[in-house]
């Protein structure tokens, strides 16, 4: 059984850093494709960043380019996304996501797997 549990969001000042951890079981990490999709409050939900299960390739939005990186350790099952230089449109709640189709991650593909979210709150 596939299971994606989130950690590591709260409020933040802008220009502060969090980092958002996701703790997977239920199948080998690097084995799928996985990543962080957010919903803003009254938005669609936004693919943030993903990581490729073939080659360790990674994809951002170009709102988070150069602020945030994704990272995993297989080892630990553990995906991560660590937020730095944080904004207020940043806010959101942030879902771990896994998928097993690949090889590689796309800014269109969909998600078999999500996690229950973790809330992150970017605001002076």
């Known amino acids: 059984q596939v299971q994606l549990v989130e950690s590591g969001g709260g409020l933040v000042q802008p220009g502060g850093s969090l980092r958002l951890s996701c703790a997977a079981s239920?199948?080998?990490?690097?084995?799928?494709?996985i990543g962080w999709v957010r919903q803003a409050p009254g938005k669609e939900r936004e693919r943030v960043s993903c990581?490729?299960?073939?080659?360790?390739?990674?994809y951002y939005v170009d709102s988070v380019k150069g602020r945030f990186t994704i990272s995993r350790d297989n080892a630990k099952g553990t995906l991560y996304l660590q937020m730095n230089s944080l904004k207020p449109e940043d806010t959101g709640v942030y879902y771990c996501?896994?998928?097993?189709?690949?090889?590689?991650?796309?800014?269109?593909?969909?998600?078999?797997?999500w996690g229950q979210g973790t809330q992150v709150t970017v605001s002076s």
């Open positions: 239920g199948f080998t990490l690097d084995d799928y494709v």
């Open positions: 990581i490729s299960n073939s080659d360790g390739s990674t």
């Open positions: 996501v896994a998928d097993p189709s690949g090889p590689y991650c796309s800014p269109y593909m969909s998600y078999d797997y």
